[in-house]
């Protein structure tokens, strides 16, 4: 009997250990928002950028908007900690700061390649890796940076960039270290090459919408059970036109989030019209969705 009992215990143990193992370490990992804004002057916020501390190192940057190297170096971040970046797309406010961080970089003890992932090319837009070269390329308009991209002579590491496949449907996995991986979908957004991420790091995830309408209908699926889905609020419920064709409205959000049944939405890449109606942009979605919203602010820090 006792026997019985004690191998049972062992059983119940083991279970519990290993749902223990896939559930989110809540303690170690954080999301930090470096910028919350879009590409307006006057919204007085930086432009989109986000970071995920994982053991009190900031290990993953997500976009690179103007401002976002300055919150980055506020926040106590150490570039020598980054894993990788990785670009929603390549629009001015999500990627105008990379020549800062790589030039602010020489400043700083790092020495180890950073992976750099973003879309592919379409007809507007260039790839990651072609948008890198001509920053920081042989003949690009930093070529006195060209160490950081072609060779290692005048430079400390390389700036490796990776070109997310724009196909439909289908999602890619970069290792980023043993234990962080980033997931990549391709989205609409209007005619410009972009995709979402979804970074898993101790049993934890946080997806990032990045710009985009929701015309492909992919994110619930690539949110599913996410810990966290960030999810850009540029335009109000009666968007029309151009806005409309790039960005997803507070219904589309709330039909997202419940679908994928996240277990928390952070509302973020705010615009001038969006910022002044925060509390009917709430109301829209609580409608659908129950879970806690958080409204982004630059420099915020949000618990898992
Ligand atoms: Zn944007």
Redesign the pocket.
Known sequence: MFKKLSILLSILLLVCTNSDANQCQTAQVKLQVLGSG??ELDDGRN??GYLIWYKNKARVLIDT?SGSSIEFGRSGAKIEDLQGILLTHL?V??SADLPAFIKGSYFTSRNSDLSLYGPGANDLMPSTSNYLQRLLGDKGAFAYLKGYVNKRTDADYKVVATDVPLIKGQSFNYSLTKDILAKSTFVHHGPVAAVAWRVELAGCSIVFSG?MSNQFDVLSAFAKNADILVA?N?VPDNASGAALNLHMTPSAIAKIAQKAQVKQLVLS?FMNRTLKIQKETQGIIRAKYRGPIQLATDGLIVNL
Request: glycine share 16%; proline share 8%; no cysteine.
């Open positions: 879009g590409p432009s989109s908007g629009h406010d999500h710009d850009n540029a890449h």
